[in-house]
């Protein structure tokens, strides 16, 4: 039985090395795939250089990518892995153990951060109380789902955000979901540089917004502010280049009243440029 790790990555060149090393020395041997969004790092390069399948994606998207690896790869399950996450032996065996059982459609794993933030870890215990029992799954928990079921599903969603919790609740409509106790650990790299508790009530009421009906594509612009304002930005250089010229302000031409005799002809008061 062949599980092949698909990651999607987009400028991660300092964690993809370190990754790949990782994971080939899994037993027995993933099948390894990188789907690239047109990272400008190097990650394409890295990828190959580390034994991995490399699928370069027309376009930046982690559905899209992640299903352009899922098209790539050759095992008979498919596991979706991020760059910053560390995918144990322990784990590994785990997965297999898991799909041993027919029932098992698909899941995902427990996940915990590398922080001693206490409130990470409250936050790590609350997403695996809903991932057990709404079978609810974030891509940061690694889902993992056999070949035949993710063909049938169509594959992720091609929406901006929340690609992961829209498949996930199609995959618990197609079988038996479950939630793997062996973790795995995550990257804490945008909780620290946002601030742990900001980040986290942030995405709770974004996915709170989610679950009662707002468009994904809309919240997408909350959670990847700086993406969408530089896409903006190029997007109206490129179809309006004038627009972000600094404007130009007239000047008003002053000057002293003329004093003159009848004899005088009237000058007209010549303009300074604008």
Do not use: K
Request: proline content about 6%; some cysteine; overall charge positive.
């Amino acid at each position: 039985m062949t599980v092949s790790i698909i990651i999607p990555t987009y400028n991660e060149a300092p964690l993809l090395g370190a990754a790949l090393d990782r994971l080939r020395r899994l037993q027995p041997a993933p099948d390894l795939v990188v789907a690239d969004g047109g990272s400008g790092d190097g990650s394409a390069d890295i990828a190959a250089a580390g034994g991995a399948r490399l699928v370069r994606c027309q376009r930046r998207g982690r559905a899209f990518q992640m299903n352009a690896g899922a098209t790539a790869a050759e095992g008979a399950t498919l596991l979706f892995l991020h760059a910053d996450l560390e995918l144990s032996q322990a784990a590994w065996d785990a997965l297999r153990c898991a799909l041993e059982d027919p029932r098992v459609v698909g899941g995902a794993f427990r996940r915990f951060f590398r922080s001693p933030s206490l409130v990470l870890r409250v936050g790590a215990h609350l997403a695996s109380w809903r991932s057990r029992w709404w079978g609810l799954y974030f891509g940061d928990q690694a889902i993992f789902v056999r070949r035949p079921i993710f063909d049938q599903l169509g594959g992720f969603p091609d929406i901006l955000l929340f690609e992961d919790l829209e498949f996930s609740r199609a995959l618990r409509r197609a079988g038996r979901s479950i939630l793997i106790d062996e973790p795995i650990f995550a990257s804490s790299r945008r909780f620290e540089r946002e601030g742990a508790l900001r980040r986290l009530w942030a995405n709770w009421l974004l996915t709170g917004r989610y679950l009662l009906g707002q468009h994904p594509d809309e919240l997408a612009r909350l959670y990847y502010p700086e993406h969408f304002q530089a896409r903006d930005r190029a997007h109206q250089v490129e179809t309006h280049p004038l627009s972000l010229q600094a404007p130009r302000v007239p000047t008003l031409s002053v000057q002293a009243p003329q004093v003159r005799s009848e004899r005088e002809t009237p000058v007209q008061p010549g303009r300074r440029g604008s």
